[in-house]
Nanobody, 124 residues
Framework: QVQLVESGGDSVQAGGSLRLSCVAS????????MGWFRQPPGKGREEIIV???????SYVESVQGRFTVSKDNAKKTLYLQMDKLKPEDTAMYYC??????????????????WGQGTQVTVSS
């Protein structure tokens, strides 16, 4: 069983920055596809960033150029650096991990493990 714990969510003004962290209890952290998702109030969960086992990344267009994903395999931690935040970035942010040695799932909802989320609120 893999446990994921997100932290770093906060309330900030538009234009500000936040750094989210996701600490995993997973074995073989480096062998897992990881992702960041968010769920705005009253809306569905959205995949925003996926980082594959080889370090390749994919970003949803709305965060390109503003958000950056990174991972520290030694610390078993996934990060999300968020800059130039906008009110529309307000959401609960979730970290997800897939099964070790598996390709990234085609559908975000198929990730194997999920954290409890951390709230990000951006005011105008």
């Amino acid at each position: 069983q893999v446990q994921l714990v997100e932290s770093g969510g906060d309330s900030v003004q538009a234009g500000g920055s936040l750094r989210l962290s996701c600490v995993a209890s997973a074995e073989d952290f480096s062998t897992r596809c990881m992702g960041w998702f968010r769920q705005p109030p009253g809306k569905g969960r959205e995949e925003i960033i996926v980082i594959d086992r080889d370090g390749s990344t994919s970003y949803v267009e709305s965060v390109q150029g503003r958000f950056t994903v990174s991972k520290d395999n030694a610390k078993k931690t996934l990060y999300l650096q968020m800059d130039k935040l906008k009110p529309e970035d307000t959401a609960m942010y979730y970290c997800a991990a897939h099964y070790r040695w598996h390709d990234c799932p085609r559908r975000g909802t198929d990730f194997g493990y999920w954290g409890q989320g951390t709230q990000v609120t951006v005011s105008s």
